[in-house]
């Protein structure tokens, strides 16, 4: 993704849009949010993961790595297809202000889609049906799969068990077993694919929009699965399993700036010789897939792909763990085949944040992605610190922070007096920064020479600690955050729209 053009945008989950159905989702608020993009002189809006969340509300743990969450289809288009009334609508709980009350929300919304997929299924000659139909047809190769995965995780999970814990024919997707279970539970799968039917044309439409308005999205492909997955279940050759189909060892991340014993992830490791041997095919479509739904991919721990923190699953923390070898170029060479754009690139950012060996920044600058670099890791006093804006190459993504971060104004507040008033002599401002430190750090990375600039929203709005979207290592009460347009003021727009054009990142 070489000459890639200088642009700025604003990183916010949809979850976290403003709506009155408790969570955020692909309604009214997210076109609004569009409009403020462009009024506020951007031209990205990057999002995490769109697949369904796992455990701890996390959308990085989806059972399924192809379908979409059905959390976020708005329930309001649902009602004008004539499948959902204002009865329905009306009987809302009270739902908290400014987080997602997953425990609240999920049932609520999936009662409601469960109504609505029951009135579309039982009039089998409207015309929306050759639609659905013609859907479930272009995505059997993945649909299908899921929507039994997620039958039979109704019929036979709950209580923390795995598929691995299903009755031993399923388990082991028996044919005759399968066979019987889609007959079994044929309505159960009509429901999913109902339902990422409505995912994936609201989100097309949503799209759409965007692009009428100059706008582009910025998606987030997690480089690895959930185990308790629709993908584990169905390609358990892909994956580093047991005799049982339990993962050998899982993935994490060794101690680094965000926990002195590391990160255990947990997600099985991928067996990379079968991908090598079915030419990376489902590493494709799974690429294919978020490029449907995205303009540009941002890939979570690229460093994975030069080598990863293999685990001993039987092991608490990520300390004892070992860095084996990943694929290297193979994987983007496949990709590049199918998927390049007319200039022949991928548009693909590599998330190279952590441990980056030299190794690592030599295989994303073979593959030609852009680096992603992050200013709150930039202040230890080391003038050589790559997160510095002087020692940025063009062909890099610059963010104040992450989903992953402190907010910047939590992030400032937290630091001691020599960091502050070191952090003051190189922006070369004084007391003026404590005022607020968010927008200085926002000029900084808009004035840097890195081609793209993404703020979190959080940044935007000069938020505190407790506005942060993931605290990692943390298993409870991430991903809630959201926001309300009474938290947005005309200065907010203005001020980014004046940056980008200062800055020359201005686009449309």
Known sequence: MTSIPRQSG?????????????????GPAAYHFVDWLVAAGQSLWQVLPLGGAGPGNSPYVSPSAFAGNELLID?????????????????VPAFPEGRVDFATVRPFRVALLRRAAKRFLGRKTSPEHTAFEAFC????????????????????GGDGRMWQDWPAPLARRQPEALREARQKHADEMSFWRFCQWRFYDQWAKLKAYAHSRHIELVGDLPIFVAGHSADVWSHPELFDLDKHGRPRVVAGVPPDYFSATGQRWGNPLYRWSAHSAEGYHWWVERMRQTMKLCDVVRIDHFRGFESYWEIPAAAETAVHGKW??????????AMRRELSDAQGRLRIIAEDLGIITPQVSALRQAIGLPGMRILQFAFDGDAKNPYLPHNYEANTVVYTGTHDNDTTL????????????????????????????????IRLACSSVAAMCIIPMQDVLGLDSTHRMNQPGVGEGSWEWRFSWQQVDATHARRSAVLSRLYGRRRG
Request: aromatic content about 10%.
């Open 10 to 26: 604003i990183l916010l989950h949809p979850t976290s849009l403003p709506g009155p159905h408790g969570s955020g989702d692909i």
């Open 75 to 91: 329930l309001d288009q649902l009602r004008d297809a004539g499948w959902l009334t204002n009865a329905d609508l009306a009987k």
């Open 137 to 156: 047809s272009d995505a059997h190769d993945w649909l299908d799969d899921y929507a039994l995965f997620m039958a039979l995780d109704k019929a036979h």
């Open 324 to 333: 084996r070898p990943g694929p290297g170029q193979a994987v983007f060479t």
């Open 410 to 441: 939590g992030w400032w507040e937290s630091l001691g007096h020599p960091e502050q008033e070191h952090i003051r002599a190189y922006l070369g401002v004084g007391d003026e920064l404590g005022e607020e430190p968010h927008w200085q750090l």
